[in-house]
């Protein structure tokens, strides 16, 4: 998540820098061509002014429904940490010797802790199962825009929280026994609040919870899994297809139509016309390029890169919020931005 006030041009232009170039090269080429007289063809602003308009239309209900999901996302990401916290409530308050009084303050604490702390390894187990790349995302595909998407998780994306991603240690969260049934799984994070289900159901033979204290921790596990599978629906469920490729072709086909309006035009005008419908033409250009990139970029919102939801920053939080319900001194720094990226 980028967390300055702004984006900087130069930011955008080193983004794009390949998509200008080729904008320069192509205007340039056709200019040359029409000053030279090598082409004649001036095709009427009517039908580039429609399909102009169309494709902003098309490109722009596509970025639309990219935010959607990014935001659904940033959304489900907040009920889980807001869950969270609730759950490290629920623990601390319920898991008491209300009900049975043979059991020892020292076995309590350690049950709360052994609840806390599985589902802090939730937490991170969960987003790393989200960044695991799909099929469609940048990352996957082939030739420059798989190198490019490298480029950008390393130096803007994931690459900025190594370390810190690094330091965290699941045994110390969870006993190792318990860690190698679980990564034996298929789906980690649906395991481990099996497993805190299965830890509640003992809890209620022991009569350490009663039934209402034993279904309300429950109901919050079923809340867990709720948003789990929202995350997941995003994760594996691309922006369709025909709305996510039709609009580059349309765009494509809008770049290719429109020099030869825009470019004779100018030239009309003289010598500092043709200079003039260059830049001027590459620009408009541009300007559809980026609508489509922007869109594209961040239709994904599990994908490594700067736009992505900051998942290892809220995690953190909800560990240190956990953490100090246990009343432990000894807690992580939060994930600070680097460059002006949250991750």
């Not at 602003?45 to 239309?57: C, H, R």
């Not at 996957?140 to 690094?166: N, S």
């Amino acid at each position: 998540m980028i967390v300055s006030k702004g984006v900087s041009l130069i930011n955008i232009i080193k983004w794009s820098w390949v998509h200008i170039v080729w904008l320069l090269l192509f205007s340039g080429g056709i200019a040359t061509l029409y000053y030279f007289n090598f082409l004649d063809i001036i095709i009427p602003w009517l039908p580039i002014s429609v399909i102009g308009t169309a494709v902003a239309f098309f490109v722009g209900f596509k970025n639309n429904q990219a935010y959607d999901r990014m935001w659904e996302a940033r959304k489900i990401w907040g009920g889980i940490i807001n869950n969270s916290r609730t759950w490290g409530m629920q623990v601390d308050g319920y898991v008491t010797n209300k009900f049975n009084k043979n059991i020892p303050e020292e076995q309590l604490n350690e049950i709360k802790k052994r609840l806390i702390h599985r589902h802090i390894a939730w937490l991170y187990l969960h987003r790393r199962q989200l960044l695991i790349p799909s099929s469609w995302e940048h990352i996957k595909q082939k030739g420059l825009i798989a190198k490019k998407a490298v480029k950008h998780q390393k130096k803007f994306g994931i690459g900025l929280v190594e370390k810190e991603a690094d330091e965290l240690d699941l045994s110390k969260l969870i006993s190792e026994k318990e860690l190698d049934s679980l990564m034996t799984s298929k789906n980690i994070s649906t395991q481990i609040i099996n497993k805190q289900s299965q830890e509640l159901t003992k809890l209620r033979d022991l009569d350490i919870i009663d039934d209402f204290r034993h279904i309300d921790l429950m109901q919050t596990l079923s809340t867990f899994y709720d948003l789990q599978g929202k995350n997941e629906r995003i994760k594996k469920f691309p922006l369709p297809r025909q709305y996510a490729n039709t609009s580059r072709y349309f765009v494509g086909i809008f770049l290719l139509l429109f020099p030869f309006s825009m470019i004779p035009e100018l030239i009309a005008i003289g010598e500092v016309g043709f200079w003039l419908s260059i830049p001027i033409t590459a620009l408009v250009g541009w300007v559809y390029v980026m609508m489509e990139l922007v869109g594209d970029y961040t239709e994904n919102p599990f994908q490594g890169m700067a736009n992505d939801i900051p998942m290892l920053s809220l995690c953190r939080t909800a560990e240190i919020d956990l953490r100090e319900i246990l009343k432990e001194s000894n807690l992580p720094s939060a994930i600070k931005a680097k460059k002006n990226i949250l991750m």
